[in-house]
Structures are given as C-alpha cells and as structure tokens.
C-alpha cells in the first residue's frame, strides 16, 4: 500500500459520495481520483482499468457541463432500453476479452467486464439515470475480488465501500426519480 494509494482512496470515496448526493462538485474529485489511479492501475498492469480512468476523467468534464450548478435531476430508463443496455454490456464485454488476453492484461475476464460495466454506468451517471447504480454495484463486487487477487488491498477496500455506496445511490436516487416524474 502506497501514500498514491491512500491519497487516491480518500479523494475517489468523496468523489462517490458526493455522485450520490447529486452534487455537481463531484466531477473535479471523480477526475482528481481516477487521474491517481490511472498511474496505479498501469504500474499494476491493469491496462483497461488505467484506460477506465482516462475516460472517467473525460466523463469528469461532461457530467460538470451536463449537470448544471443545481446538480443530478435523476430519471429512469424505458425498459426496453434497459435490455438494450445490459445485452451492450455482455456482447461488449465478450468482445474486448481476447484484446486484453492478446496485450497481456492481469486480468482479463473482470476488466473487460468491469471497463465496459464502468463506462455505461459512467454514462448513465452524464445523463443523470439512476440505473447507473446497479451498474455500478456489480462493477464494483467484480472489481473488489480483482484488486483483493492483485494485492491492492485498500483499493479493493474501497471498492467494497463503493458497494454500499452504490447501494446508497440506487436507492436515493430512486427516490429523486419519483419525484422528478411527478413534478
């Protein structure tokens, strides 16, 4: 465990917690957090996580434009698109597999499930849908057993507080959602 690690585990769980809370400073910590990581996970050779990182940061800025200073007015998803999105995240992440068996990545099967998991979810988070957080619930028990294996032990650490946070978030933002349709 590192002072990067620490460092980057304190500002990554302000970061989530503010996303639950709906709060549109949580872009700047989400990038200032995956930034730290982006170099963790690569000395790790964790090549899709550290290339998750690069998008968080992208998404970083266009969830801070897109939210507005009042923050998330979270919706659902029509269910059909729902569908859509979960067979999206199978086909895709069957599909990036074998690139990350071919460069050599730690591990395969959950980072290509976890990257592609991650970015819908990131997505989903941009534009404000509250099914990103049980997205981000599965991402995050996947990613918990990958970085406990890797030996990233307050990562994983921090990966299980994103579950419980994910549950927060599903739940709150279930909420918001009942009330921005009835309003």
């Known amino acids: 465990m590192s002072l990067l690690e620490i460092i980057a585990f304190a500002i990554s769980l302000v970061a989530v917690i503010l996303g639950v809370l709906g709060s549109r400073i949580t872009w700047p910590w989400w990038s200032a957090g995956s930034l730290l990581y982006a170099y963790i996970f690569l000395q790790s050779m964790y090549f899709a996580s550290a290339s998750l990182q690069i998008i968080f940061i992208l998404g970083g800025i266009w969830g801070w434009l897109g ?89 994983s650490f921090l990966y299980v507080i994103f579950g419980f946070v994910a549950i927060w978030g599903w739940i709150r933002w279930k909420r918001e959602t009942i009330k921005n349709e009835l309003s």
């Open 67 to 155: 939210w507005g200073p009042k923050g998330a007015q979270p919706k659902k998803l029509k269910i059909n698109t729902r569908v859509m999105v979960i067979a999206a995240i199978t086909i895709s992440s069957f599909a990036l597999w074998p690139i990350l068996v071919h460069v050599g990545a730690t591990s395969t099967v959950i980072e290509s499930f976890g990257f592609v998991g991650s970015v819908t979810a990131q997505l989903l988070m941009i534009w404000q849908k509250f099914e990103a957080w049980p997205i981000w619930l599965v991402v995050n028990i996947a990613y918990t057993y990958q970085y406990f294996t890797g030996e990233l032990y307050l990562t």
